[in-house]
């Protein structure tokens, strides 16, 4: 039997013409075609979750970015700022989009610090975001997007600021979670007195919402203070700060740029003392970089991770 060039052809154009047809009615890419009833599109690669926190009696909302292979456990968390909402997955969602692992951004209450408060925050809600990030944001993967064991034991976690003290936190707390930390212009001890102007010194100047600081005893705090659980962090520890000069390629206006510096170089004094005590603990496992412009600002942060120093990928190979 005999197939003619153009028979060939014609199969193959049908075949195109079929898969595309397909591709269009499931949705691009295939991992986000079983949608769960509890999220909705995101963009052509992630998906908004509601997500209950039996801790918090309330939905948290999730971007999920799935893994593109079935039976992945590999998840990577990433920690917003002070303003809690998610200003990270806009801006980062191009450059992790073809990795094969089920990311996480989660929107938390202004100036939670993604701990468990000890008693019901000034603004009558409860924050219990420690307990949703190891317990139950994993169980809704595990159950939702069949993830593994809900990535525990293979979850990496990245944050900035409020959220890059909070990263290294979590890990130093639950270290049979979290395999990769990646912590940007952050402060590492809620005890001295940069940690206490970033936690108590924003219950003054980022109020409106909450104010109040997490923690009913100075006992309770500690317990949430990575200075104290440093010999914890067994994992690789990769942190980025900037020395507060502003970098010639941004274009923040006056006011931002005045106080993105001043914040910089505060997490910069608290960057250095962490680098000291680390080594004094010989934790040969803790990666600091000092980058040499940015303020305390997304621009510094995506340039350290994804463009300049492009600390992403170091971080995210486990």
């Known amino acids: ?60 909302p999730v971007v999920v970015k799935p893994a593109s292979t079935p039976g992945n456990d590999k998840v990577i968390q990433f920690l917003d700022g002070i303003h809690g909402g998610d200003g990270w997955s806009s801006r980062a969602m191009n450059y992790v989009a073809d990795d094969d692992a089920t990311i996480v951004f989660p929107s938390a209450d202004s100036r939670s610090f993604w701990v468990d408060w000890d008693s019901t925050a000034p603004n009558g809600k409860e924050l219990k975001y420690e307990t949703f990030l190891t317990r139950e944001l994993p169980d809704y993967l595990e159950s939702e997007f069949d993830v593994p064991n809900g990535g525990r034991e293979r979850t990496g976690v990245v944050g900035l600021s409020m959220g890059a003290y909070s990263a290294v936190n979590l890990a130093s707390k639950h270290p049979g979670m979290y395999r990769s930390v990646l912590a940007l212009s952050g402060f590492y001890n809620n005890q001295m007195l940069a940690g206490r102007l970033a936690v108590d010194g924003t219950a003054i100047t ?96 995506m340039n350290a991770a994804f463009k300049d120093q492009k600390l992403y990928w170091r971080f995210a190979d486990f």
């Not at 052809?9 to 269009?24: K, P, Q």
């Not at 006992?219 to 020395?243: C, E, F, G, K, Y």
């Not at 040499?292 to 942060?301: C, F, L, R, S």
């Open 1 to 60: 039997m005999t197939t003619s060039f153009g028979s060939i052809a014609r199969t193959a154009l049908a075949t195109v013409v079929a898969a595309t047809g397909a591709a269009f009615l499931t949705g691009v890419p295939g991992a986000a075609a079983d949608t769960p009833d509890t999220c909705r599109n995101h963009t052509a690669v992630s998906v908004t979750c509601e997500v209950w926190s039996d801790s918090m009696q309330r939905d948290i």
């Open 206 to 301: 980022h109020g409106e919402d909450n104010v109040g600081v997490p923690w009913d005893s100075e006992q309770s705090r500690m317990q949430d203070n990575p200075w104290i659980n440093v010999d914890n962090l067994t994992m690789p520890v990769h942190m980025a700060v900037a020395t507060g000069i502003p970098d010639v390629r941004s274009d923040y206006d006056l006011g931002t740029t005045v106080a993105g510096a001043g914040i910089e170089i505060g997490s910069l004094g608290a960057t250095a003392a962490w680098d000291l005590w680390t080594r004094l603990h010989g934790k040969d496992n803790v990666t600091i970089t000092y980058t040499p412009v940015g303020i305390h600002a997304y621009d510094t942060w």
